[in-house]
Structures are given as C-alpha cells and as structure tokens.
C-alpha cells in the first residue's frame, strides 16, 4: 500500500503560485511509485514538501531568465524537476545514468505534461564537449571538488554551478578551492535561500565559471 502524500504547506503556495497542482501531482508520484521503486525512502515522505520540493525551489531564484540547466545525478528529479515546474522559462535537462530513475523521471514529464524538460541517461563527465549549458545544478551528488570536476565543463563561458549542499558547505568549498582555480572558476560563495519558507534554509555552493 502506498503511503498518503503529505498536503502541501501554506508556503507552498506562495512559492508555485498558479502551479502549485502541478507540483501536489508530482509529490503525489514521489509517496507512491517513487517509493515502491526506491527513489524515495519510505520514511521521508512526511517531509517530501519541507525538506526536498520546497527546499529544492527556494533556490531557483538565482537561475536567469530563460536559462539552460543541466540537473547532474538528479535521481527522483531533485532539483531540476521541480524548477521546471516552478518556472516554465527556463529549460532544464535531466542527467541520470541509472535506468530505473530515467523511466521514472520520463513518465513524470509526460504525466505532468512538462514542455520545458529533457531526459538524459548518461554520467556527467560523458557530456564534456557535448553539452554547454548556463547553469549546472546538483544536490547531494557528490564532494564540490568532484563535482566541479564533472560539472564545469558542461557551462558555457561565464556559466554557473549551482551545488545544493548541506550545513558544512562552507568548509567543503574552502576544501575545493584549487581544484576549482585549476577548472578555470573565477568566483564562488555560499548562498542561502528560502527564509520564512524552509527551516532550516536551503544551502547552495555557487561556483562561476570565467569567460
């Protein structure tokens, strides 16, 4: 049996706006065939709104308009499923080597009804040289080092690297600093988001590519 979704909170609504049944469909997904085929825990389905949609959209503020994204090891879709629904200006594609998660995320476009997205079964570090895009997201993938190294290639000049991260991003970005002057970085930070919307706020390593 599956679990209920959880209902959306007030701030919900304040971040989809008009949207917001779009994303209660996809949450919807997430409590049932997400957890039956082991791209959600079953415990986290209280906290899908809090912890992973809501948290995951607070961040799509710093994405331009119009931009492209490349949404690296995006497993159930997080991030860049839900910033396809939060903002249908920008166009996001989905890069996931494994099988069972691209079906997945395949017929979650589809039943959504989803023009803006694109799926694509492959590893990062197998798009350098064919894939250029202006922002590069992940969340929890792996150390920023690492991740830079698979993920900066993929940015057009003056692109930039937007990594989802936890409460020691801090020091994970002090860690990568020379491995991100060598990959050609010209600025990173740390920025946070979502205040008054998640608790605690959504931390993100934010890494520009030079031109």
């Not at 691209?102 to 197998?126: I, P």
């Not at 202006?134 to 690492?146: N, S």
């Not at 692109?159 to 991003?169: E, R």
């Not at 010209?186 to 998640?198: P, Y």
């Amino acid at each position: 049996m599956s679990t209920p979704p959880p209902h959306p909170p007030p701030s919900a609504v304040t971040v989809f706006g008009d949207r917001l049944a779009l994303a209660e469909r996809y949450v919807t997904q997430l409590a049932g065939p997400g957890i039956v085929r082991g791209l959600i825990g079953p415990r986290e389905v209280p906290r899908l709104w809090e912890r992973h949609v809501l948290n995951c959209a607070v961040a799509v503020e710093l994405v331009p308009e119009g931009a492209s994204v490349a949404d690296v090891g995006t497993g159930a879709g997080l991030p860049g499923l839900v910033w396809t629904i939060v903002r249908p200006d920008v166009h996001v594609t989905l890069v996931e080597p494994l099988l069972r998660r691209t079906r997945f995320l395949e017929e979650m476009v589809e039943h959504l009804n989803l023009s803006n997205v694109a799926v694509r079964r492959n590893r990062a570090e197998e798009l350098a040289g064919r894939m250029h895009v202006d922002v590069v997201t992940a969340r929890a993938v792996a150390p920023l080092a690492t991740l830079a190294r698979w993920t900066l290639p993929l940015l057009k000049a003056d692109g930039m690297l937007m990594a989802l991260k936890g409460q020691s991003v801090s020091n994970e970005l002090a860690s990568a600093e020379s491995e991100l002057t060598k990959l050609g970085a010209t600025s990173w930070s740390v920025r946070e988001f979502g205040a008054g919307i998640v608790d605690p706020l959504t931390r993100v390593a934010v890494v520009t590519l030079g031109g």
